[in-house]
């Protein structure tokens, strides 16, 4: 479904700041996985997702969704395809507009709205049977500007809003980091009612070890723009938060950290 083929990334090159992340870096993600993605900070975990999504050109190598060859393709043409929600609530909406204004603006991704309206009433059940899951009222609530709802709202406001489309992969960049715990575990039991309701083929780059070991089907640990891990199935059920501990360690002590 996703393949990264033989990606090269240098950040600096020729100066004395050269830093050389990725040397043929492969990565494939069946059909309808949810991949977790942990790793030290610079092991590039965000950086892989803003190559998915176009935000940065790699140096060599190709992205492919579907079988098809998208390395070319700018981020905003991606985006019909790949809806990503950031790790700040207030990227992936739109403060001064209401939470209405918001669900029509994702509602038309990838349309254009020629000389029409742009609330469509007609859609107004659908929006709020959307918000009805969050369980936060916020279907009651369509006219209040956005920039008014507390961060873990926002944040599930903008999952709502990038999943809408089903689009055929769904990028997450630390999404809950920014939240309370309470928060968190709310926006992390939406994610998974979605993904799995949906099929939605998806990449979560996560900090929080106990997410990626109860959420996903496939766990995958980086470091230094190698895949150093990769589990799924049985063999992810079995491992704990101690046996990424272990090897999060173990790579500490050969960098000598």
């Not at 008014?148 to 903008?158: D, E, I, K, V």
């Amino acid at each position: 479904m996703l393949d990264v083929i033989s990606i090269y990334k240098t950040f600096n090159a020729g100066t004395v700041d050269e830093k050389v992340l990725f040397e043929d870096f492969n990565l494939h993600i069946d059909d309808g996985e949810f991949v977790g993605v942990i790793g030290s900070n610079g092991s590039g975990k965000t950086t892989m997702l803003n190559i998915i999504s176009g935000d940065i050109k790699p140096d060599g190598g190709k992205i492919q969704l579907d079988g098809l060859d998208i390395s070319k393709k700018k981020n905003y043409k991606r985006s019909k395809n790949i809806s990503r929600v950031f790790q700040n609530p207030a990227m992936g909406t739109c403060s001064s507009m209401t939470i209405w204004e918001n669900l029509s603006v994702a509602d038309n991704k990838g349309r254009a709205y020629g000389l029409s309206f742009g609330l469509n009433k007609k859609r107004k059940d659908f929006y709020c049977e959307q918000l009805k899951q969050l369980g936060m009222g916020l279907e009651d609530r369509l006219n209040i500007l956005v920039g008014s709802l507390s961060g873990g709202q926002r944040q599930a406001l903008a999952l709502i809003m990038a999943t809408m489309s089903s689009p055929k992969l769904l990028l997450l960049d630390e999404h809950t980091a920014a939240l309370d715990p309470k928060s968190s575990d709310i926006v992390m039991s939406l994610t998974e009612k979605i993904v799995y309701e949906k099929k939605i083929t998806t990449l979560m780059v996560t900090h929080n070890l106990r997410h990626a070991v109860r959420y996903g089907t496939r766990t995958v640990m980086m470091h230094e723009g190698n895949i150093v891990l990769d589990k799924s199935g049985t063999e992810k059920s079995n491992t704990s938060i101690d046996d990424y501990l272990k090897v999060f360690n173990e790579i500490s002590i050969e960098c000598g950290n």
